[in-house]
């Protein structure tokens, strides 16, 4: 109530923001979506494309995690590729890693570990590490992934993944395997 009698709307947008982002993240992916919504053509309004891509990317995670996988994956060929031209190079890497996840749920575990691989290394050169809560996701993915076959087979699959560089990574995420 006290947001829409402010008149800063960038304010009243990011609050709005991160109350969608707190039920997206307790699990309440319906209301984060309704607060979501709205928000993406503000933020394009004020040319945040960094917020709307934002939006868009925890759109497509909330996907992912739902089991829409192809919608998922729709979304993130659209991310993946707008947080490369906004130079977001962190954010990047968690899409190759939600593309792995997607690869995993696919049946495709050597295509799961190269995007992981390249993620991992992604990370290294940029010095930015997973949040908390990325970890414990991407920790299980992996350790399943590893559990699936032996372990001369994953590393020969990791390395090729750790060989790549970003826009090698890009590719390889946005191939169509079927």
């Avoid at 709205?38 to 909330?62: K, T, V, W, Y």
């Avoid at 190269?114 to 299980?140: F, N, T």
């Avoid at 060989?163 to 390889?172: G, N």
Wanted: charged content about 30%; overall charge negative.
């Amino acid at each position: 109530a006290l947001l829409k009698n402010t008149p800063h709307h960038f304010w009243q947008t990011m609050m709005l923001f991160g109350l969608g982002m707190e039920a997206r993240f307790q699990g309440r992916f319906d209301e984060a979506r309704e607060r979501f919504v709205p928000l993406l053509a503000a933020f394009h309004e004020m040319g945040d494309q960094h917020r709307a891509n934002m939006i868009h990317s925890e759109c497509a995670h909330m996907q992912r995690l739902e089991g829409h996988h192809d919608k998922a994956e729709s979304m993130y060929r659209e991310t993946i590729l707008e947080w490369q031209r906004l130079g977001h190079r962190a954010a990047v890497a968690n899409q190759l890693e939600c593309f792995a996840f997607i690869a995993k749920v696919n049946e495709q575990p050597e295509r799961a570990i190269k995007l992981l691989g390249a993620a991992e290394r992604l990370r290294e050169i940029i010095q930015i590490d997973m949040s908390p809560m990325e970890r414990v996701e991407y920790e299980r993915e992996a350790g399943e992934l590893r559990a699936r076959m032996s372990e001369k087979e994953f590393n020969i699959q990791w390395l090729e993944g750790r060989a790549m560089t970003m826009e090698q990574a890009i590719a390889y995420a946005l191939e169509i395997f079927v």
